[in-house]
């Protein structure tokens, strides 16, 4: 008998849009870099997405980029016309995000922040990223995606 998956927070929003989505479970694998969530579920790299938080000039901002490439943050701050942005430290993210670390989502977080996806997410039917818990990953079209949350399509990853 299969174990039923547990739902996580944005596989509740996703369900209440009625929008279509896969999910994946991983929770008992210890896995949490990207690259290692790709290869546990089986996926294409460059189709697992990774979601991070910056900040530049007083506002937040939420990057998407491939799991094996990392955030260009030139190229970011240019999409999102800052001169500079950083990384968020890690210990911000919960209180600002309601995630934890590993655990990050576009979907759910406590306020709504400009998003940005790596424009290679066009050439895929659907991108896979963070089901807002460790060990949960969630499966859906940009099509959909844009029922759920305002995003930008940009070039901001390298590697």
């Known amino acids: 008998m ?16 009625k929008i279509a989505y896969r999910s994946y479970s ?7 870099s990207g690259r290692e969530v790709a290869s546990v579920l089986g996926q294409d790299p460059d189709q697992v997405f ?12 939420v990057f998407l980029v491939p799991v094996k490439k990392e955030l260009d943050l030139k ?9 500079s942005i950083h990384m968020i430290k890690e210990k911000e993210l919960l209180p600002l995000t309601g995630y934890i670390h590993g655990g990050c989502s576009p979907i759910g977080m406590k306020k709504s922040f400009q998003t940005v996806i790596d424009t290679s997410a ?3 039917g659907t991108i896979i990223f963070s089901g807002g818990k460790i060990g949960y990953q969630v499966e859906v ?19």
């Open 2 to 17: 299969k174990k039923e998956i547990e739902k996580t927070n944005v596989m509740r929003i996703l369900e209440q849009k």
């Open 50 to 61: 990774k979601t991070l938080v910056t900040v530049g000039s007083g506002e937040h901002y």
């Open 141 to 159: 079209s940009l099509e959909e995606l844009k029922r759920v949350f305002r995003f930008t399509l940009g070039d901001i990853a390298v590697g």
């Open 26 to 32: 991983y929770v008992d694998t210890g896995v949490i």
């Open 122 to 124: 066009a050439g895929f």
């Open 75 to 83: 190229k970011a701050a240019q999409a999102v016309g800052e001169k």
